[in-house]
């Protein structure tokens, strides 16, 4: 059994699957941030360095998590995103606050060109944000926990459920042969 076999829930399928529907909304978030603060960038001509920052982070999520979406469907898949995720978590959350200090209250109308608020459009991008780190760091805890029981598998020896079971006979009976090898019984 794959989801729960011997190696718990965080080697099995469904925390696979959490993972790939994490995934999927990190890349769903950072193709909304992209295209929101592409408008800014394009319409405002207008280039903070938060602004940069901010699609800069969201580009390079986008790009790794095209890849990163189809890892977890993988059945030896074992947490190897670790450290990307990692590092996107801890750059998500600076992207946040950067926003939330450029947007947040009445901040939003001044870092806009004149007549031009677009607030809604600020306050999506921080809400994108919040989606998007808050599934970042569940995606680091869960595969912090897939990659430590994966070692930990490694490192008892367990192997397959398949291969480790008892040894038996054609009348089902369990065999006493020494360290695990096959007795041959001829059918009378």
Partial sequence: MDTIGRGGFFSGRIARTLLGLSNFVILASSII?????SYFLHHWGYRGTHLVYNEVIAVLTLLFYLIAIVLPALKSYRGYMLPLNLALTYL???????SSQDYSGRRCQYFSPRFVNRCGLKHTVQAFQIIGFSFLLFNTILEALMWATHRREQRLGSGDAEKDRPLTTTTGTTTGAPNGERVMQATV
């Fill in 33 to 37: 941030i992209t295209g929101i603060l």
């Fill in 92 to 98: 998500w959350l600076t992207s946040l606050i950067f």
